[in-house]
C-alpha cells in the first residue's frame, strides 16, 4: 500500500497514547529499518506495507497497523535536524554520504572508572561509574556516521517512550541509560577515524556533533523535535581519547 496521500503523517507524538509496542524488539525493527532503506525513499513511503510486516516477522513482532510504522519513519527522516536549518534532515542525506551501522573497535590498556568519572563527572546527560578497572576492548557499532557540509555528525536512533520529549525528559533519559556516556565513547571513535582518513583534520572544521533521535517523539514540521544533540567539548575529548588509547 504505496499511496502517500493516503497515510496519516500525523506523528504519534501527537496522540495521547503511543501505538507502537515497546521494547527490545521495535528498537531493532526501527534500527533495521533505518539501515536496510534508504532514507530518501523512506520519507515517500516508497517502501510497502508488505516489507514491514516481513520485517516484523524476523523479530516476532506484532503490529496492528504497519501503516503507523511508516509514518514514523516517515517523521524520522523528515524532521529537521538543526533549529536553524530545515535542509538538514536524513532525508536529504545522500546515502554515499553516510555509513550505516558502522563497527568499531576500541582497545584501551587499565583504565579506572573514577578516570572516566573526572573527565565527565560534571556533564548533565553522565551518570557517574561505580569504582571498576577496566581493561581489554570495546566493540560495537554506530546506528549513523553521515556529513553535510563538510562536517561529520554522528547519530543513534532510540525508539524509547517517554512520556514526553522535552529536553528535560530526553535528559533524564540519557543520564537514566548513560546514553551520555555511550555518545561520548562514540565522539572518540570517530574522532580516530577521522584523524586517520582526513590529512587535515581538525575537530573545530569536521566535527559537527553527536545526535539521539528519540523518533516516537519526532515531528517533520517541528525542528528537533526528539532530537538531543550536543557538541563535545573539544579538550575534554582529548582527555578521554587518551586514556582510551594503546598506549
Request: aromatic share 12%; hydrophobic share 40%; charged share 25%.
Given at each position: 500500500?504505496?499511496?502517500?496521500?493516503?497515510?496519516?503523517?500525523?506523528?504519534?507524538?501527537?496522540?495521547?497514547?503511543?501505538?507502537?509496542?515497546?521494547?527490545?524488539?521495535?528498537?531493532?525493527?526501527?534500527h533495521?529499518?533505518?539501515?536496510?532503506n534508504?532514507?530518501?525513499?523512506?520519507?515517500?513511503?516508497?517502501?510497502?506495507?508488505?516489507k514491514?510486516?516481513?520485517?516484523?516477522?524476523?523479530?516476532?513482532?506484532?503490529?496492528?497497523?504497519?501503516?503507523?510504522?511508516?509514518?514514523?519513519?516517515?517523521q524520522?527522516?523528515?524532521?529537521?535536524?538543526?533549529?536553524?536549518?530545515?535542509?538538514?534532515?536524513?532525508?536529504?542525506?545522500?546515502?554515499?554520504?553516510c555509513?550505516?551501522?558502522?563497527?568499531?573497535?576500541?582497545?584501551?590498556?587499565?583504565?579506572?572508572?573514577?578516570?572516566?568519572?573526572?573527565?565527565?563527572?560534571?556533564?548533565?546527560?553522565y551518570?557517574?561509574?561505580?569504582?571498576?578497572?577496566?581493561?581489554?576492548?570495546?566493540?560495537?557499532?554506530?546506528?549513523?556516521?553521515?556529513?553535510?557540509?563538510?562536517?561529520?555528525?554522528?547519530?543513534?536512533?532510540?525508539?524509547?517512550?517517554?512520556?514526553?520529549?522535552?529536553?528535560?525528559?530526553?535528559?533524564?533519559?540519557?543520564?537514566?541509560?548513560?546514553?551520555?556516556?555511550?555518545?561520548?565513547?562514540?565522539?572518540?571513535?570517530?574522532?580516530?577515524?577521522?584523524?586517520?582518513?582526513?590529512?587535515?583534520?581538525?575537530?573545530?572544521?569536521?566535527?559537527?556533533?553527536v545526535?539521539?533521535?528519540?523518533?516516537?517523539?519526532?515531528?517533520s514540521?517541528?525542528?528537533?523535535?526528539?532530537?538531543?544533540?550536543?557538541?563535545?567539548?573539544?579538550?575534554?575529548?582529548?582527555?578521554?581519547s587518551?586514556?582510551?588509547?594503546?598506549?
Open positions: 500500500y504505496d499511496n502517500a496521500e493516503e497515510i496519516s503523517t500525523k506523528s504519534l507524538v501527537a496522540s495521547s497514547s503511543d501505538p507502537l509496542p515497546r521494547g527490545r524488539r521495535m528498537g531493532n525493527l526501527v533495521e529499518l533505518l539501515e536496510k534508504a532514507f530518501a525513499e523512506l520519507a515517500k513511503y516508497s517502501e510497502s506495507v508488505t514491514i510486516e516481513q520485517a516484523c516477522l524476523r523479530f516476532g513482532l506484532s503490529l496492528d497497523d504497519p501503516q503507523l510504522m511508516l509514518t514514523l519513519l516517515r524520522v527522516v523528515r524532521t529537521p535536524l538543526d533549529q536553524q536549518d530545515d535542509g538538514f534532515n536524513l532525508a536529504q542525506i545522500d546515502d554515499k554520504h555509513i550505516k551501522e558502522m563497527p568499531f573497535y576500541l582497545s584501551h590498556g587499565s583504565i579506572n572508572t573514577e578516570q572516566i568519572n573526572a573527565v565527565l563527572g560534571d556533564e548533565v546527560i551518570r557517574s561509574l561505580s569504582a571498576k578497572k577496566l581493561a581489554g576492548f570495546l566493540t560495537g557499532f554506530i546506528d549513523l556516521v553521515c556529513v553535510y557540509q563538510g562536517k561529520y555528525y554522528l547519530m543513534d536512533y532510540k525508539s524509547n517512550y517517554l512520556e514526553d520529549y522535552s529536553s528535560a525528559s530526553m535528559i533524564q533519559a540519557m543520564r537514566a541509560h548513560n546514553y551520555g556516556l555511550q555518545g561520548w565513547l562514540y565522539s572518540v571513535v570517530l574522532t580516530n577515524f577521522l584523524q586517520e582518513t582526513i590529512g587535515d583534520y581538525s575537530f573545530d572544521r569536521h566535527f559537527g556533533g545526535l539521539y533521535l528519540f523518533v516516537r517523539g519526532m515531528e514540521d517541528k525542528p528537533c523535535s526528539g532530537v538531543f544533540s550536543f557538541l563535545p567539548n573539544a579538550e575534554k575529548l582529548e582527555q578521554l587518551r586514556l582510551f588509547s594503546d598506549a
